[in-house]
T-cell receptor, first 112, second 114 residues
Framework: DQQVKQNSPSLSVQEGRISILNCDYT??????FLWYKKYPAEGPTFLIS?????DKNEDGRFTVFLNKSAKHLSLHIVPSQPGDSAVYFC???????????FGTGTSLTVIP | GAGVSQSPSNKVTEKGKDVELRCDPI?????LYWYRQSLGQGLEFLIY????????KSGLPSDRFSAERTGGSVSTLTIQRTQQEDSAVYLC????????????FGQGTRLTVV
């Protein structure tokens, strides 16, 4: 049973515009949420995380928003750059252990 | 090196053979994870080691899969009697105990069973 879901397998955005990647989860016991970026033939790279006690965390061009009541989080990238083109994975970590639960990923293409 | 290292980077094996995949985590990281990504799929959890605690093996898909971590550092994932459905990229990651700090992944081992 997929506890973390990314319903959009792909997204295309013009350079300079905002990219919004979405993620939904089902387990209310998750207390940390993370975003990873993956280029082909490489392992995922940690981007940004957010604790369940917050609703927003910002790091440069990347901002993650958490809506606990909706069990939804999103990653905003602004302005988008061609180098941001990659697969983005949403992940969650439960408060009873350190296992990470990953979504299926969203492939972002930023068009120059 | 400073990152998580996996070997081999690619492995082609015949159906029915055993394979061993190796992971060298970041020094000092007490947690080590194995995931796999099949074509078009997300990251599937396999096994998790934390310090000297018993590993969480709940993600291993069958008893053909096993893993060990020696001395709290290097880990080996073994797949016995490989099947074609085992073909995937096997990813190892390590992390500290810092919650929300994320796990750091190696580049993966691409396993192809022919």
């Amino acid at each position: 049973d997929q506890q973390v879901k990314q319903n959009s397998p792909s997204l295309s955005v013009q350079e300079g515009r905002i990219s919004i990647l979405n993620c939904d989860y089902t387990n209310s016991m998750f207390d940390y949420f993370l975003w990873y970026k993956k280029y082909p033939a490489e392992g995922p790279t940690f981007l940004i995380s957010i604790s369940s006690i917050k609703d927003k965390n910002e790091d440069g061009r990347f901002t993650v928003f958490l809506n606990k009541s909706a069990k939804h989080l999103s990653l905003h990238i602004v302005p988008s750059q061609p180098g941001d083109s990659a697969v983005y994975f949403c992940a969650a970590q439960g408060n009873t252990g350190n296992q990470f639960y990953f979504g299926t990923g969203t492939s972002l293409t930023v068009i120059p | 090196g400073a990152g998580v290292s996996q070997s081999p980077s690619n492995k082609v094996t015949e159906k029915g053979k055993d394979v061993e995949l190796r992971c060298d985590p970041i020094s000092g990281h007490t947690a080590l994870y194995w995931y796999r990504q099949s074509l078009g799929q997300g990251l599937e959890f396999l096994i998790y080691f934390q310090g000297n605690s018993a590993p969480d093996k709940s993600g291993l898909p069958s008893d053909r899969f096993s893993a060990e971590r020696t001395g709290g550092s290097v880990s080996t994932l073994t797949i016995q009697r490989t099947q074609q459905e085992d073909s995937a990229v096997y990813l190892c990651a390590s992390s500290s105990l810092l919650r929300g700090g994320g796990a750091f992944f190696g580049q993966g081992t691409r396993l192809t069973v022919v």
